[in-house]
């Protein structure tokens, strides 16, 4: 029904930046909130940023604000994620995923979101 396919990541040193991008297809792009979450060897998967179908709003966990930047291009069906003044701490495998609610807020909970992609590595060197 939709497909997700992330792009983007790989090997960079602590204060580099990366640029995630997840492609989508299938239903109709606008029809859905984005978000991006992360997940680190033996943790959970862990939000990191959202957004909702319009791009009129966004949301992100306390430990990337100012540094990460979510952004949804609704004619390209694609939703990017500029990663700068990055650290140790956030390497991940990151994963692109689609919420096919309209919810009055964006949700941040990974069992809410129905399609995910298959993930792309983030590693920051020290």
């Known amino acids: 029904q939709v497909q997700l396919v992330e792009s983007g990541g790989g090997l960079v040193q602590a204060g580099g930046s990366l640029r995630l991008s997840c492609a989508a297809s299938?239903?109709?792009?606008?029809?859905?909130?984005m978000g991006w979450f992360r997940q680190a060897p033996g943790k959970e998967r862990a939000f990191v940023a959202a957004i909702t179908q319009s791009g009129d709003s966004t949301y992100y966990t306390d430990s990337v604000k100012g540094r990460f930047t979510i952004a949804r291009d609704n004619a390209k069906n694609t939703v990017s994620l500029q990663m700068n003044s990055l650290k140790p701490e956030d390497t991940a495998v990151y994963y692109c995923?689609?919420?096919?609610?309209?919810?009055?807020?964006?949700?941040?909970?990974?069992?809410?979101?129905?399609?995910w992609g298959q993930g792309t590595q983030v590693t920051v060197s020290s």
């Open positions: 995923a689609a919420d096919f609610v309209h919810r009055p807020r964006v949700a941040v909970s990974p069992h809410l979101y129905t399609y």
């Open positions: 299938g239903r109709t792009f606008s029809s859905y909130a």
